[in-house]
């Protein structure tokens, strides 16, 4: 079945760790996205990729950095200079063709940091 | 500023209506999205209105009106699966999506 794969669920780091989350869809869809989700706060945007090679910033890509080098592939690295890391972290994508903002999320990935 | 308000938490009985409010200040406006997401896992979308009025699909409807900045989101015939949060997310002049901090809705017997 088609979907959004995001690997690892759960992940662990030490202070001054990068660390990748993976994300992969088998969807065909164009643009993918990267939100950060913390308790009481609406999901907020760190990266987004309306096509493959290109990438734009979100609204908190400071100490986040992605590559979108295949189209089914948007990993996202959570560097060391991000102060606040621990989060829920979900990755998304969607269709042109659908409406604008009608997303496929996948099961998210739960980075804390030690 | 871009602002998204919904209440925090509500509860409801199985079998019962329940109606989830929320109201956006945003720059611009190009549509509404309600997405329900249970504990751990993926939000999926359920709603979107980009004209006043009431979208009706099964036990779920939204409801807009533009120019209150307002939407609800109605839920008939509560049943236990129906325990998530629901979030509201306004996609605004540049066609970026605002969300909500979500209301986590609690079904009792």
């Known amino acids: 079945d088609g979907g959004i794969t995001q690997s690892p669920k759960y992940l662990f780091r030490k202070e001054g760790q990068n660390v990748t989350l993976s994300c992969e869809q088998n969807?065909?869809?164009?643009?993918m996205y990267w939100y950060r989700q913390d308790p009481g706060q609406g999901l907020r945007l760190i990266y987004y990729?309306?096509?493959?090679?290109?990438?734009q910033k979100g609204d908190i890509a400071e100490g986040y950095s992605v590559s979108r080098e295949k189209k089914e592939s948007f990993p996202l690295t959570v560097t060391s200079a991000q102060k606040n890391p621990t989060a829920f972290y979900l990755c998304?994508?969607?269709?042109?063709?659908?409406?604008?903002?009608?997303?496929?999320f996948g099961e998210g990935s739960r980075l804390t940091v030690l | 500023g871009q602002n998204i308000d919904q209440p925090t938490e509500m509860t409801a009985t199985e079998g019962a209506i329940v109606q989830i409010n929320c109201t956006n200040q945003?720059?611009?406006?190009?549509?509404l999205f309600w997405y329900q997401q249970h504990a751990g896992e993926a939000p999926t979308f359920l709603s979107y209105?980009?004209l006043d009025g009431l979208e009706e699909k099964g036990r779920f409807s939204s409801f807009l009106s533009r120019s209150k900045g307002y939407s609800y989101l109605l839920l008939k015939e509560l049943q236990m699966k129906d325990s998530a949060s629901y979030l509201c997310?306004?996609?605004?002049?540049?066609?970026?999506?605002?969300w909500g901090a979500g209301t986590k809705l609690i079904i009792k017997p």
């Open positions: 209105n980009v």
């Open positions: 969807l065909n869809h164009d643009a």
């Open positions: 997310a306004v996609l605004d002049s540049n066609y970026q999506l605002i």
């Open positions: 998304a994508s969607s269709n042109q063709d659908r409406e604008v903002g009608e997303l496929f």
């Open positions: 990729s309306q096509i493959v090679n290109d990438f």
């Open positions: 945003t720059s611009g406006f190009n549509g």
